[in-house]
């Protein structure tokens, strides 16, 4: 919430998912494992968990944080039902420090991805797929 492009995010959606440590790592398969916390407005609801497998050229391993902003009652709906997942066609903005960056909402989703560290090559097909369990 320091990043005040993120500021009009946090104001005008029903609701985001952050996960503040995700790790990810490959050697030809890959995933990527974290834990978050879901809010609506301001209060959190419940927690949700991130799961990846991706196949294809890559080598590494890197560590990252996510923000999933829901633009609607029917976004968050969807995944708080907790079979929500992204497939290949999605996309984040990668956000890196000190830079301001938008992103459109797709399919009443926005994703904001930030590298925290790690070196990884990739050229790969996967996707997200995230779990929820109500507090």
């Known amino acids: 919430k320091k990043m005040s492009f993120l500021a009009p995010y946090f104001k005008k959606a029903r609701g985001y998912a952050v996960f503040p440590n995700v790790g990810k ?16 407005k301001v209060n959190v609801i419940g927690s949700t968990t991130l799961t990846q497998v991706s196949i294809g050229f890559q080598l590494g391993g890197q560590a990252f944080s996510q923000i999933i902003f829901f633009k ?27 830079v301001n960056a938008s992103a459109d909402y797709n399919d ?27 507090y």
């Open 108 to 134: 009443g989703v926005a994703v904001f991805t930030f590298s925290k560290g790690g070196l990884m090559y990739e050229a790969s097909i996967g996707g997200q797929k995230f779990s929820f369990s109500a």
């Open 72 to 98: 609607d009652k029917k976004s968050l709906e969807r995944f708080t039902e907790g079979n929500f997942e992204f497939g290949a066609s999605a996309s984040a903005v990668l956000i890196s420090e000190g």
């Open 25 to 40: 790592g490959g050697i030809g398969i890959g995933g990527a494992r974290g834990k978050g916390e879901v809010f609506e």
